[in-house]
């Protein structure tokens, strides 16, 4: 996966945070398999996910949890550790 800054394609990686949703929109189709419930993925696998895509060679990190916000706490600790790469939340 690559996404471009100024013009230039820059290999990109992938994590999620959380699985599932809590909220049962009618549009979505997260809700027929997570019927309102969501988890967390553990702090430290999400990093560690992080830190092979980076070893690998991602230079952009983008987060693709169903809400990011679910687990607002989860949320913020994700958003603010320090990390050597950019991030985006889709
Ligand atoms: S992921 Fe978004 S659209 Fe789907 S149920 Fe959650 S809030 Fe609604």
Do not use: K
Not at 20 to 34: D, E, K, N, Q
């Amino acid at each position: 996966m690559r996404y471009m800054e100024r013009g230039v394609a820059r290999p990109s990686g992938y994590v999620e945070a959380t699985r599932g949703c809590l909220h049962t929109c009618r549009h979505c189709p997260v809700v027929p398999i997570y019927n309102g419930r969501f988890f967390v993925v553990p702090a430290e696998l999400v990093m560690e996910d992080i830190r092979q895509q980076v070893a690998a060679g991602a230079e952009h990190i983008t987060f693709g949890d169903p809400d990011f916000l679910n687990g607002p706490g989860h949320a913020m600790n994700r958003a603010t550790t320090p990390c050597r790469v950019p991030i985006c939340y889709l």
